[in-house]
């Protein structure tokens, strides 16, 4: 009976997966199942961060970020960390920081989906599909200043909650750094998000523009040295601009 249940889960999950964002009635009609038991099964798959209401109609249901976390290049296309490992490790190699990659879960976070440590004894962590808000982090703010204005807006329209004296969470500071991280092709983070950690991160995007993920390199902010801003930030630049040709086969 047990495994049962756990089949009926998986197959409720791939149906969301295959037709999100989806009502409870039209997974019923789906399975033929009755409607408790599907609302039940959503509701568990929610609670343990595979499934999540959709933003804009809460009666239907779509993907959650746990599943990014397990297997992220099933959404984006098993391409991605194809294209982004050598990068990633040339990177690391060239700053001997620690790089990750992290995707958008539309625009509720940032979840890393791959890392490479550095040699230093002291380095920044990032465990794989911890997740991050988008107005705080360099990852984040590299995927907004990529998605058009109505999005950026909705996510203001949200509240933007700060986590140090540093963090952007006055709309028009975000805006404004959204403006530079455009003019730049990077993104900056220094100890707005977690004390003593700093980063810069820029996006990979696919052929028509639309952000797909971000690749950053993090360091403690006892070895961030300003001086070298537009350098590391143009060796990132460079290793996601990289990622993105690799993902387009060029």
């Not at 997974?27 to 929610?46: D, E």
């Not at 209401?53 to 599943?67: H, M, Q, S, Y």
């Amino acid at each position: 009976m047990e495994m049962k249940s756990v089949t009926r889960s998986l197959r409720i999950l791939e149906a969301v997966a295959q037709h999100q964002p989806v009502t409870v009635g039209e997974l019923t009609k789906l399975f033929g199942l009755p409607k408790s038991t599907v609302q039940r099964t959503l509701v568990t798959l929610a609670e343990s961060g595979w499934l999540r209401a959709n933003r804009r109609d809460t009666t239907r249901w779509e993907i959650g970020a746990r599943v990014l976390a397990v297997r992220p290049a099933a959404l984006q296309g098993s391409s991605l960390f194809a294209a982004a490992r050598e990068p990633m490790i040339r990177l690391r190699d060239t700053v001997n920081e620690t790089i990750h990659l992290s995707v958008p879960d539309a625009l509720h976070s940032m979840v890393v989906v791959d890392r490479l440590d550095c040699d230093h004894p002291v380095r920044t962590f990032h465990t794989i599909g911890d997740t991050s808000p988008l107005h705080a982090t360099a990852v984040g703010r590299a995927i907004l200043a990529q998605l058009p204005n109505r999005d950026v807006e909705e996510l203001v329209a949200q509240g933007l909650e700060r986590f140090s004296d540093t963090t952007p969470a006055d709309p028009d500071e975000l805006r404004a750094e959204l403006d530079r991280i455009r003019t730049h092709g990077y993104a900056v983070n220094r100890n707005q998000y977690r004390p003593g950690v700093c980063a810069l991160a820029a996006p990979v995007l696919d052929e028509s523009g639309t952000p797909l993920a971000a690749v950053a390199v993090s360091m403690p902010d006892s070895r961030y040295d300003a001086d070298r801003e537009s350098e590391w930030g143009g060796h990132v630049a460079g290793t996601a601009k990289e990622i993105s040709g690799r993902l387009l086969g060029g």
